[in-house]
């Protein structure tokens, strides 16, 4: 695309035939050189990702949108960067994934959101970003990684923790990056936890010592090979 930044609206407008593209590339066209329109009659065909690409950059085409076209990550993605449009959305039409990318950039939507609805990585999109959600959160929803990913940004939530739900490799992530939860760490799982590789097993040890030295008294070094020690 690069390439077509030398073209003013007028000669890209004289290059290209926007009504022969697909329409999410014809979607982006008109975004960032709306001056298309001038050739452009395929409204109808539009679909909600292309409306969301189009809107999020060029509001005065908004007239022509088929809001019932726009499924829950189209209006995720609108919203995010349009959240003026969020009269015309059919709320019931977001899943937890698109609730948490939309309430991680616009949090005012919350009293729209069905909470049931997201599962336990949703959650620590929403509470790594606004915390002050977790009165919203089924705790019990979080695994093993999505609590290794909470934890390691936002520390205070541990007295939510079920720690028996950690598993060995996300402990080591875990204890990278917040080193103070030790006393919690099972470390027979850590010690012992599976990798597809020896190689995969030592760079991972390797990388968690270099990280927190402190630690090496807990570890089994019988599991260290080679790769480890590079």
Known sequence: MACLEILGDRDLADTIDITKLPVQLAAYFLSEYPKLVEKYDKWNEMDGSAWSILLAKQLQFADKCDWNKLNGCDWSDLLK??????????????????????????PQFADKCDWDKLCGDDWFIVLEYHPEFADKCDWDKLNSSDWCCLLSA?????????WNKITGVDWGYLLEAQPQFINKCDWNKLNNCNFRSSLDRGVFLGKFLAAQPQFAEKCDWSKFDSTAWV
């Open 81 to 106: 960067e349009q959240p003026q449009f969020a009269d015309k959305c059919d709320w019931s039409k977001l899943n937890g994934s698109n609730w948490s990318w939309l309430l991680w950039k616009q």
């Open 154 to 162: 936002q520390p205070q939530f541990a007295g939510r923790c079920d």
